[in-house]
T-cell receptor, first 115, second 112 residues
């Protein structure tokens, strides 16, 4: 398996623009997590899905952030409009069924820079 | 609310030295504690997982211990090598089935 795939790997955009980050989880995994990593706050959970349904979105910072999972093999995280403080590395992780929270497999991340 | 802290934020050691990375957590009622390695530009790789009923786990030159009563875990790296240079994060489950709560990590640099 190719592991968790994220695209793009790097994104540079200007303030006010819409940004869409993409994630393909490992096939057969039924949990998908979106995390954000910054120097100040470290790695924080934004939202997670189970069987394509959002379970906990309490980590989503503002209404400018939205996430979808239209099917088991694809998820998006959208920021509209983007702001410089959204600059961070965004990670996607997936987890197979029948396991506990520890067995998360992380993608390589998307480094977002908002100018 | 669970909080995870890692000290120091950065550590530089000469090759061959044994070292200890520290992780502390505020809520001792944890299911498990996990140590990850993060290389620049890459995702996180799980190194060791200690269940709440365990005191330590070993993998090669790595040994992780867990003391729930004191809210602490340590990652011991023996005979460090330049290839060990990376950021090491500890994490513990934050809810019934969902997320992991991470420390901010310790950036380790092993000098040849």
């Amino acid at each position: 398996d190719a592991g968790v795939i994220q695209s793009p790997r790097h994104e540079v955009t200007e303030m006010g623009q819409e940004v869409t980050l993409r994630c393909k989880p490992i096939s057969g995994h039924d949990y998908l997590f979106w995390y954000r990593q910054t120097m100040m706050r470290g790695l924080e959970l934004l939202i997670y899905f189970n069987n394509n349904v959002p379970i906990d979105d309490s980590g989503m910072p503002e209404d400018r952030f939205s996430a979808k999972m239209p099917n088991a093999s694809f998820s998006t995280l959208k920021i509209q409009p983007s702001e410089p403080r959204d600059s961070a590395v965004y990670f996607c992780a997936s987890r197979p069924p029948g396991t506990t929270t520890d067995t998360q497999y992380f993608g390589p991340g998307t480094r977002l820079t908002v100018l | 609310k669970q909080e995870v802290t890692q000290i120091p934020a950065a550590l530089s050691v000469p090759e061959g030295e044994n070292l200890v990375l520290n992780c502390s957590f505020t809520d001792s009622a944890i299911y498990n504690l996990q140590w990850f390695r993060q290389d620049p530009g890459k995702g996180l790789t799980s190194l060791l997982l200690i269940q709440s009923s365990q005191r330590e786990q070993t993998s090669g030159r790595l040994n992780a211990s867990l003391d729930k009563s004191s809210g602490r875990s340590t990652l011991y790296i023996a005979a460090s090598q330049p290839g060990d240079s990376a950021t090491y994060l500890c994490a513990t489950p934050g809810g019934s089935q969902g997320n992991l709560i991470f420390g901010k990590g310790t950036k380790l640099s092993v000098k040849p």
